[in-house]
Nanobody
Framework: QVQLVESGGGLVQAGGSLRLSCAASGRTFSSYVMGWFRQAPGKEREFVGGISWSGGRTYYADSVKGRFTISRDNAKNTVYLQMNSLKPEDTAVYYC?????????????????WGQGTQVTVSS
């Protein structure tokens, strides 16, 4: 079992940057595939990106490709989401999630463990 805690959210102007962190408990973090999702008010939770257990493969939604970067440090049990060139439409609660097999999946139901989320607000 793993517990996930996100941090790093906040208020930023359009064009700015934020880095989100997701700290995981447990000694088997390196075996988990990690994903980032976001949910805006009144909308469904959507896939932002994911990273393989080794960090060797990353996947992104088209809406963030080229602006967001996912990385992980297995020694620190942490996965990161670097967000650049932020837009007002990126405003949402951001969640990290973990699954213990396969590759990053785009549907939330494919993930077993979730963090509590961190709010990102981008002003225009």
């Amino acid at each position: 079992q793993v517990q996930l805690v996100e941090s790093g959210g906040g208020l930023v102007q359009a064009g700015g940057s934020l880095r989100l962190s997701c700290a995981a408990s447990g000694r088997t973090f390196s075996s988990y595939v990690m994903g980032w999702f976001r949910q805006a008010p009144g909308k469904e939770r959507e896939f932002v990106g994911g990273i393989s257990w080794s960090g060797g493969r990353t996947y992104y939604a088209d809406s963030v490709k080229g602006r967001f970067t996912i990385s992980r440090d297995n020694a620190k049990n942490t996965v990161y989401l670097q967000m650049n060139s932020l837009k007002p439409e990126d405003t949402a609660v951001y969640y990290c999630a973990a699954r213990n097999f396969g590759l990053p999946a785009t549907h939330p139901s494919e993930y077993v463990y979730w963090g509590q989320g961190t709010q990102v607000t981008v002003s225009s």
